[in-house]
């Protein structure tokens, strides 16, 4: 069974660095490249970006880019979203999703892990 | 960045009814779109892709269509399952980008 499983719920202050993790089961993980997409308090989806795990390969909505990293550790098969400094702004849930790309489905997604929700509170 | 736009915001509607959400790209897509449904609390899941191509195990009440700029999905007999919020998602640009969404309510 393919799964997709984030990290827990986090609470930071303004101006602290934090990773999530997605880790990735049940399939190759090399094989599909993985989003990170947000999602604020009763807001819409958001792509943030994302990542081929065969080469750390990224790219990223111009909204988000320099603003969050994102890699992979193949070994494990998990792959991380990155802020090196919160702001209160980045409270929201975090999905981490599959992107099948292939043939008519091509960057859609079919496998979403159960979200990371993260406050960014003073 | 191709905009999404979707229409309408929040739908009231009730069991049995037919429901129709639209969604328009700010650019052609051809028919490079895919709508998925989210529930209170849960992950979004995949209906349609390419338009008007239904997700395995989805049921098919559940249809899309258009192409170019205009797309709609349409749910032939709403069933209680079906109270969800919508977004339709463009994959014609390497930029992926969402529609904000709609709400279909209990009338």
């Known amino acids: 069974e393919v799964q997709l499983v984030q990290s827990g719920a986090e609470v930071k202050k303004p101006g602290e660095s934090l990773t999530i993790s997605c880790q990735g089961s049940g399939y190759s993980f090399t094989s599909y490249w993985i989003s990170w997409v947000r999602q604020m308090p009763g807001k819409g989806l958001e792509w943030m970006g994302r990542?081929?795990?065969?080469?750390?390969?990224?790219d990223f909505s111009p909204s988000f880019q320099g603003h969050v990293t994102i890699s992979v550790d193949k070994s494990i098969s998990t792959a991380y979203l990155n802020w090196a400094a919160l702001k209160a702004s980045d409270t929201a849930m975090y999905y981490c999703?599959?992107?099948?790309?292939?043939?008519?489905?091509?960057?859609?997604?079919?496998?979403w892990g159960q979200g990371t929700l993260v406050t960014v509170s003073p | 960045d191709i905009q999404m736009t979707q229409s309408p915001s929040t739908l009231s509607a009730s069991v049995g009814d037919r429901v129709t959400i639209t969604c328009r790209a700010s650019q052609n897509i051809i028919t490079w779109l895919a709508w998925y449904q989210q529930k209170p609390g849960k992950a979004p899941k995949l209906l349609i892709y390419k338009a008007s191509n239904l997700e395995s195990g989805v049921p098919s009440r559940f249809s899309g269509s258009g192409s170019g700029t205009e797309f709609t999905l349409t749910i032939s007999s709403l069933q209680p399952d079906d109270f969800a919020t919508y977004y339709c998602?463009?994959?014609?640009?390497?930029?992926?980008?969402f529609g904000g969404g709609t709400k279909v309510e209990i009338k």
């Open positions: 990542i081929d795990p065969r080469d750390s390969y990224t």
């Open positions: 999703a599959r992107l099948i790309k292939a043939g008519d489905y091509g960057d859609t997604f079919d496998y």
């Open positions: 998602q463009q994959y014609n640009s390497y930029l992926l980008t």
